[in-house]
């Protein structure tokens, strides 16, 4: 069930380079939530200020202009910054960079580690965090070794292992083939269904955005769109002037109704459609 604001953005807004000649306004007076326990999708052109707005909700970057919020502690403040790592994890598209140990195991432990945390509790961390995501059987493989989406997996497993309430995913599938695009997001649902985590994912892939609760649709650097998929969806026109692509079902029953099917607008998923088109007959 989804409950309060877990983090909230007032009027932030953040420049790079300011002062110089070439400042860029990469958010403008952004209001936003993550809400405890959702699974919210950000979406958004290239450019249009995702990752920016992201990096608030861990304290890789400081509001300089508004408010940020993370389960009631203000990020500006420098005091919470370690608290609000442990609360928010962050994965990023390039799992290389994420990977510091030449084995699994060790890599996955290196987070709860520095928390400082007993010897057993950080085995028992590293084994939950490798049984949830299903990859025991890496354990002592080299992660250089591994496939992409292997990887990817051994990131997540690595910030999985901290506990923090809500995991940051920045594009986690954006190298990776659609197996293993496919096999990293169905671990990440499982994390928001099963474990509880609130996630909140960037990502380009409509396919990956209709599985969310909720979207935000970001554009130069402002929210220009919110709701639930399938309500954001339907508005045809915006989505298209914001640059933004429609899931396949939406496309196929838009194509279908066209065509004199009596279709609803709201289907984003192929089951949807293949309910409708079956109630039809
Ligand atoms: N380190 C930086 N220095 C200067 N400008 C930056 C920096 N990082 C991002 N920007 C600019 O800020 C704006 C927002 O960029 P941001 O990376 O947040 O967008 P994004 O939505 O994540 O894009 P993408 O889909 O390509 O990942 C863009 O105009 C970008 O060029
Ligand atoms: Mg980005």
Partial sequence: M????????????????????????????????????????????????????ARHFNGLLTAREGKVLVDGL????????????????????????????????????????NLGLPPAEIRERVDW???????SNLRRESPNQLSEGQKQLVAIAGVLAMKPRCIVLDEPTAHLDPRGR????????????????????????????????????????????EGAPCDVFRQGEKILNLGLDFPVAARLSAGLRRKGFPLPDHIIHIEELIDSLCQLK
């Fill in 74 to 113: 203000s990020a500006a403040d420098k005091e919470n910054t370690a608290a609000i790592r442990r609360l928010v994890g962050m994965v990023f598209q390039n799992p290389d960079n994420q990977l510091v140990s030449s084995i699994v195991e060790e890599d996955i432990a290196f987070g709860p580690e």
């Fill in 2 to 53: 989804i409950l309060n604001p877990f983090i909230e953005t007032t009027d932030l807004s953040f420049s790079y380079r300011t002062g110089s000649s070439n400042a860029v306004r990469a958010l403008k007076k952004v209001n936003m939530q993550v809400k405890l326990g959702e699974l919210l999708a950000i979406t958004g052109q290239n450019g249009s200020g995702k990752s920016t707005l």
């Fill in 182 to 225: 496919r096999e990293v997001i169905e671990n990440v649902l499982c994390l928001n269904r099963i474990e509880g985590i609130t996630i909140v994912l960037l990502t380009h892939f409509m396919s990956e955005v209709v599985n969310c609760d909720r979207m935000i649709v970001m554009d130069k650097g402002e929210v220009k769109m």
């Fill in 129 to 135: 965090a490798l049984d949830t995501l299903n990859i």
